[in-house]
T-cell receptor, first 116, second 116 residues
Framework: AQKITQTQPGMFVQEKEAVTLDCTYD???????LFWYKQPSSGEMIFLIY??????QNATEGRYSLNFQKARKSANLVISASQLGDSAMYFC?????????????FGTGTRLKVLA | EAGVTQFPSHSVIEKGQTVTLRCDPI?????LYWYRRVMGKEIKFLLH????????ESGMPNNRFLAERTGGTYSTLKVQPAELEDSGVYFC??????????????FGSGTRLTVV
């Protein structure tokens, strides 16, 4: 079965510092995709970054990077130079053929609070 | 372009009552998805429409839940009769195609349902 585990229910980070949000996954699929979404207090889920299982380079999008370690089955999100607006829930998610390539498997989320 | 719109944003109903949630996808998006997050748990897939057809409703909890997408535009999710365990946030998402790494999914802000 496919599963996403986010072990950090809550995190604090000082403004302008970097923070890593952990995500481990379990799948028997050879080809899969890993995603991170941000959910601010307004409620909408905002796509941040995507990593394909065959991508050799770690994905980056502005201040977001995905530390992909395939052998360890981890896909941690790194936010550099944290800003107050980064305070939100963050969800790690996976897509793969076993569950359906249109169907996300989400983790339980990590609530990040950026301190001024 | 307008995003995915969900309403109501909040609903509080008594156990045994009926509630209907609505999702208006982005115009032209044939694919529409419903997800649910029960408090503190992971976000779980409920079902997937392509136009007006249900492609996958494997995540629907039981027959108290009925989803429709008449005419392939907006979708409704009816819960009848509501139970306490139905409380949670119901998300809708839409996309042009069913491969999120290609097309991207746009999520709505969710409907927070509280059954008392």
């Amino acid at each position: 079965a496919q599963k996403i585990t986010q072990t950090q229910p809550g995190m604090f980070v000082q403004e302008k510092e970097a923070v890593t949000l952990d995500c481990t996954y379990d799948t028997s699929d050879q080809s899969y995709g890993l995603f991170w979404y941000k959910q601010p207090s307004s409620g909408e889920m905002i796509f941040l970054i995507y990593q394909g299982s065959y991508d050799e380079q770690n994905a980056t999008e502005g201040r977001y990077s995905l530390n992909f370690q395939k052998a360890r089955k981890s896909a941690n999100l790194v936010i550099s130079a944290s800003q107050l607006g980064d305070s939100a829930m963050y969800f790690c998610a996976m897509i793969g053929p076993t569950s359906g390539t249109y169907k996300y498997i989400f983790g339980t989320g990590t609530r990040l609070k950026v301190l001024a | 372009e307008a995003g995915v719109t969900q309403f109501p944003s909040h609903s509080v109903i008594e156990k045994g009552q009926t509630v209907t949630l609505r999702c208006d996808p982005i115009s032209g998006h044939d694919n529409l998805y419903w997800y649910r997050r029960v408090m503190g748990k992971e976000i779980k897939f409920l079902l997937h429409f392509v136009k007006e057809s249900k492609q996958d409703e494997s995540g629907m909890p039981n027959n108290r839940f009925l989803a429709e997408r008449t005419g392939g535009t907006y979708s409704t999710l009816k819960v009848q009769p509501a139970e306490l365990e139905d409380s949670g946030v119901y998300f809708c998402a839409s996309s042009l195609g069913d491969r999120p790494w290609v097309y991207g999914y746009t999520f709505g802000s969710g409907t927070r349902l509280t059954v008392v």
